[in-house]
């Protein structure tokens, strides 16, 4: 009898000889194409540094460099600061100067509302200036800036400096400001004792005076203006802000008063 024994185990498959032939074929091309290219790279970097050291050189030599800085426009703006943010050197090759990074540092600047910067050949840079407006003290918190006239917050170091312009206080105020105080000054009577105002809850408006009593005026959420026409009337006929502390405007067609 015989036994015949199967055996179970089969031979390992291997790649075809071309398939294998083939595949290292392209990986060796594939590397060679690759250590050309980075030498090509590295050539291109290297005549391109070659050519901005020539165009350098070329500029300076026929007097391309920069030589005067001139400021149109600067009136809160430090010009050493201005020329540092900048990074407008003197004897700079100035066809390299990259004009656009220029203007981008310069509009970052506290004061500067807009920025306008300009090469004039063969050796002067002019950068155009326009400048924020401050109209109004914000405070937020222990953080005091400023509000310009076209309603953007400036930061600057110093807003003490500033302490005669009206103040307003709170989170919010910043955007309210300007259309709210604007109004304010229509009522000669108040804006004339007017303190501060401080934007409660996000939503409305309280008035501080600076008269003897210090009175406080709470005005509506919604149309403070009516609030402020009832006010004017009251004031005519009971001097309001002269003999109360605290006038409560918040209810429709209400006068509220407390000594």
Known sequence: MRIHH????????SLPKRLSKKFWLYLVIGCLVLATLAFIWRKLDAWGHQLDVFMNKLQR????????????????????????????????????????????????????????????????????????VPFALWQAGQKVSLISSDGKEIRIENPDHYAGLPKVVGVGALAQAKPFLVTLEKYPKVWKNFHYAQFVGKRRWTI????NLKTRIDLPE???????ERLQKYEKKHKATERFKHIDLRLKDKVIVKK
Do not use: M
Not at 222 to 228: C, E, F, Q, T
């Open 6 to 13: 199967q055996n179970n185990t089969r031979p390992k498959r």
């Open 208 to 211: 501080f005076l600076k008269n």
């Open 61 to 132: 030599q026929t007097g391309f460099v920069v030589e005067e800085v001139l400021v149109d426009g600067r009136q809160k703006t430090d010009k050493n600061h201005l020329l540092k943010t900048a990074k407008i050197h003197l004897k700079r090759p100035i066809l390299s100067l990259p004009l656009s990074e220029v203007h981008d540092r310069i509009q970052s600047l506290p004061w500067v509302h807009e920025a306008g910067v300009e090469r004039h050949l063969p050796d002067t840079i002019l950068i155009r200036l326009k400048e924020h």
């Open 222 to 228: 919604k149309n403070y203006v009516s609030a402020l």
